[in-house]
Nanobody
Framework: QVQLVESGGGLVQPGGSLRLSCAASGSIFKIYVMGWYRQAPGKQRELVATITSDGSTNYVDSVKGRFIISRDNAKNTVSLQMNSLKPEDTAVYYC???????????????WGQGTQVTVSS
């Protein structure tokens, strides 16, 4: 059974930094894409950043130049370095992985439980 576990959320002042990490564990044959999504109160969940197995990245426009996504394929982990944080970055951040649990199984999407990020003075 696949599990994604996030860590690193918390309270930070505007302009500050936080680093989120996510580790995938369990039966994993291959991870294709890993990413971070977020959901603010009263809003839909939105994509923040994704990274493929070969390191290609994609960011939502609102975080470009401030957030950096990285990945360790050997450890099945993905991180999100968040700099110059703004109050509008406040949300629950979810780790996401598009992976194949076993060679004979199809690809599927898995989610972590979420970690709260609050940007406030």
């Amino acid at each position: 059974q696949v599990q994604l576990v996030e860590s690193g959320g918390g309270l930070v002042q505007p302009g500050g930094s936080l680093r989120l990490s996510c580790a995938a564990s369990g039966s994993i044959f291959k991870i294709y894409v890993m990413g971070w999504y977020r959901q603010a109160p009263g809003k839909q969940r939105e994509l923040v950043a994704t990274i493929t197995s070969d390191g290609s990245t994609n960011y939502v426009d609102s975080v470009k130049g401030r957030f950096i996504i990285s990945r360790d394929n050997a450890k099945n982990t993905v991180s999100l370095q968040m700099n110059s944080l703004k109050p509008e970055d406040t949300a629950v951040y979810y780790c996401n992985a598009d992976l194949q649990p076993e060679r004979w199984m199809r690809r599927d999407t898995y989610w972590g439980q979420g970690t709260q990020v609050t940007v406030s003075s």
